[in-house]
């Protein structure tokens, strides 16, 4: 803790050198433009590999930047992004070789994670005949990387807070992106939503019911 809290001042230190008043107006309030629903993976960090300062982005990571429609984090997050911050664009960063994917796409134990993996074994069986095509390991895990990302991008789509969103004069925009730790670019899998409206009438929750 003694490293974290020289670096702490130093940070300090070389943000007062720049802007005397860069804390108290950082205190006035965040108007960020982005939501980034990202991996927890530590070699990911979000701010640094988007060129993005403190206001700019709120951010929300776990395990396989996952979006699961029982997890109140992430929805309260989303809702509170959309509804009071106003984001105008929205996205969901995989990455390759992310550990929570590999360990989804193997056939062994890891405790309690595994109840959060299925939601990528999900991904796998929607894939499957793609992803089962693919006989190099490396090539076949990257892929599924990208089709988790497409997943959870659609996952959002399904909320009735996006949805809400939706019919609103300017709503967010939705991004797919996958960082690639090797290069540290990023690339957009570029996630066409309107492939997915053929289920609308499944998902689509935007009128009221009138009774349940």
């Known amino acids: ?77 989303l809702q509170y992004a959309v509804e009071v911050l106003k984001v105008k664009d929205i996205i969901v960063c995989g990455h390759y070789g992310c550990g929570g994917v590999a360990a989804a796409a193997s056939n062994k134990q890891f405790g309690l994670i595994d109840n959060w993996l299925r939601n990528i074994k999900d991904v796998m069986r929607l894939h499957e005949r793609e992803v089962m095509s693919i006989y190099d390991e490396e090539t076949r895990l990257r892929r599924l990387v990208e089709l988790n990302v497409i997943e959870q991008v659609h996952n959002l789509s399904k909320t009735s807070i996006i949805q809400n ?48």
């Open 1 to 77: 803790m003694r490293k974290i809290m020289e670096n702490n001042r130093k940070w300090v230190a070389d943000k007062l050198s720049e802007d005397p008043d860069y804390f108290n107006k950082l205190a006035l309030g965040q108007e960020p433009r982005y939501l980034f629903i990202g991996c927890s993976d530590s070699r990911v960090p979000s701010s640094a590999i988007t060129g993005t300062g403190p206001g700019e982005m709120f951010v929300h990571r776990n395990i396989a930047n996952l979006v699961v429609h029982s997890d109140m984090n992430l929805l309260s997050v």
């Open 165 to 212: 969103a939706l019919l609103s004069d300017n709503p967010p925009r939705l991004y797919g992106l996958v960082y690639d730790i090797k290069e540290g670019l990023l690339r957009d899998l570029k996630v066409d939503l309107n492939s997915f409206k053929r289920y609308e009438r499944i998902y689509n929750v935007t009128e009221e019911a009138e009774s349940l």
